[in-house]
């Protein structure tokens, strides 16, 4: 130890202790102050790699009409292109939670609407008053669908044309400097 505190010492550097409890204990001869910024520079990096996940949710109840829960399906089909997750939240009332199935019709009618793009994370659930179902976007899924359905409104690639080509399209007007 007081060899290593030498030498670290000689070099401008620290000792630093790795296994104390090693026989002999183990040390590294290193630039602490160095070594923390750089471990402070590999978290803030893996921090920005880290993907969160964003769960929307969509309400619905056992009596919502077909179109409105059309557009509440397309809004989740929207949720799950962009990678969100999506809970859809059936709410019951009254005398509906006495009629348990039809909620549950709705519900595997809404996992129906979007099978071709999620996997159902968590099944059909009841707490309470309220029955829900967790949907994930599955990638290999929305690749295909992505390949069959490219998005709309994307600009399509003009070929590039060549300085020849500019040069003759172009249209130069003459000013009279008076």
């Known amino acids: 130890m ?11 550097l620290d000792l630093i202790e790795i296994g104390p409890t090693a026989q002999p204990p183990t040390c590294k001869i290193m630039d602490y102050g160095k070594y923390k910024y750089e471990n402070k520079k590999k978290a803030a ?50 005398r509906e939670m006495s009629h348990q199935e039809m909620g549950l019709e709705v519900i595997n009618r809404a996992i129906d609407f979007v099978k071709d793009l999620a996997i159902v994370e968590a099944a ?12 994930a976007p599955d ?15 994307q600009k399509e690639v ?11 399209t172009s249209h130069t007007e003459e000013h009279d400097e008076d």
Do not use: C, W
């Not at 990096?45 to 829960?69: G, L």
């Not at 059909?124 to 949907?135: I, Q, R, S, V, Y």
């Not at 990638?139 to 409104?153: H, S």
């Open 45 to 94: 990096a893996s921090r920005k790699k880290q993907v969160i996940v964003v769960i929307k949710e969509i309400q619905v109840r056992p009596r919502t009409d077909v179109h409105d829960f059309e557009t509440k399906m397309k809004h989740a089909r929207r949720f799950l292109l962009e990678g969100d997750k999506v809970k859809v939240n059936l709410r019951f009332m009254g």
């Open 2 to 12: 007081p060899e290593g505190l030498r030498i670290s010492e000689d070099r401008g």
């Open 139 to 153: 990638p290999v899924k929305i690749k295909d669908y992505l390949k069959a359905n490219p998005p709309k409104g």
């Open 124 to 135: 059909p659930k009841t707490e309470g008053k309220n029955m829900f179902t967790m949907l």
């Open 158 to 168: 003009l070929p590039e044309l060549s300085k020849e080509d500019l040069s003759s």
